[in-house]
């Protein structure tokens, strides 16, 4: 491969990446907390970077709560009770006083936020609110998102394209030489 060919399939990959680049990057921590009749562990997936106090977003949650699955996190101020900003930062407290929010398997909605510890559940309408113990710690460096389809095609295509293009390129070149050699052996 020549270097104006290499050139060329190198800018198209740069274009791929370029479009690319604003993908974000998340980081894991552990968490889990307990107290009276709850005990809760798992995943949480924030942001890579804080806010002006410190304060990484929670973007996804795993894990369980009294031995149920937990579903997802529920969206900032998604919590139908109150408030939820879904922040957690390293240093304590760990949580706002609006905490973050996330629904069970069985559709209950928890609560757990910094007001002295606290966690809220709904479930069809019953309420209850108890004291807990909170710990998160990061479990991991930050490690890139899935890629989107967008992502994907936006990095692909260019790459896909450039190398079909030098493909053509080589059959292109092989094949007038092959017509040199026969034009020079006449």
């Given at each position: ?85 879904n ?42 609110d ?33 190398l079909?293009m030098?493909k ?19």
């Open positions: 491969m020549n270097l104006k060919n290499f050139s060329f399939a190198l800018g198209l990959s740069a274009i791929g990446i370029a479009l690319n680049s604003g993908s974000a990057l998340a980081l894991n921590w552990e968490f889990s907390y307990s107290g009276p009749d709850v005990n809760a562990s798992g995943m949480l997936t924030t942001t890579d970077t804080t806010n002006s106090s410190g304060y990484y977003t929670i973007t996804g949650i795993s894990g369980t709560r009294n031995e149920l699955t937990i579903s997802e996190i529920i969206d900032v101020g998604g919590f139908s009770l109150s408030n939820n900003d922040l957690i930062k390293i240093s304590s407290p760990q949580l706002t006083d609006l905490g973050f929010a996330y629904t069970l398997a069985d559709g209950t909605e928890v609560h757990t936020y910094n007001f002295g510890f606290r966690e809220e559940l709904v479930n069809g309408g019953l309420y209850s108890g004291l807990i113990t909170f710990s998160a710690t990061p479990a991991s460096a930050a490690v890139p998102w899935d890629f989107s389809p967008t992502q994907g095609v936006a990095l692909g295509l260019p790459l896909f394209i450039g079909r030098l053509k390129r080589r059959a292109l070149k092989k094949s007038q030489s092959e017509v040199h050699e026969m034009i020079a052996q006449r």
